[in-house]
């Protein structure tokens, strides 16, 4: 098994932005130089997460509205009364979502769908510098 690393660093303004990762990742996969495998993606930090969809204005708005009806920004939180803070909606919706993506490798390209592709989720309340750990393992 040989495994190929790679970091992706953004600055994100946070409040639920999706943020398109697919050319970073794809660039990774190509500097790995395999026809098969898998992609690891995982956001660093718990309020941020990693998903695919279609990114395209009308499922991005889709997306964050369906995580503010889920878990409202505003809400009765234990986390915010017990530690004077204002950021327990942004740890519930990246736990609901998830951290990381796994995606197959097939022909040296990442196996998404034509519509589908690998994005970031940052839903903390301010903005952030955001690392993104890419592995191809193979």
Known sequence: MAVH??????RTRGH????????GVASVVEA???QQGIACVAGRG?????????YEPGGVHDLSDA??????TRGDYQHNRLNHDTNSHAHQRATVVG????VPI???ELATGTWQQVVLLDVADHE?????HVQVVW
Do not use: F
Not at 16 to 23: E, F, K, M, P, S
């Open 5 to 10: 690393s790679a970091i992706l660093r953004l």
């Open 106 to 108: 097939a022909g040296g």
């Open 67 to 72: 995580l503010e009806r889920l878990i409202p």
């Open 16 to 23: 639920g932005q999706i943020v398109d990762l697919t050319a």
């Open 32 to 34: 790995a130089d395999t």
């Open 99 to 102: 951290p990381s993506e796994a």
């Open 46 to 54: 718990s309020t941020v997460a990693v998903t695919t969809m279609e």
């Open 128 to 132: 952030r510098d955001r690392t993104v």
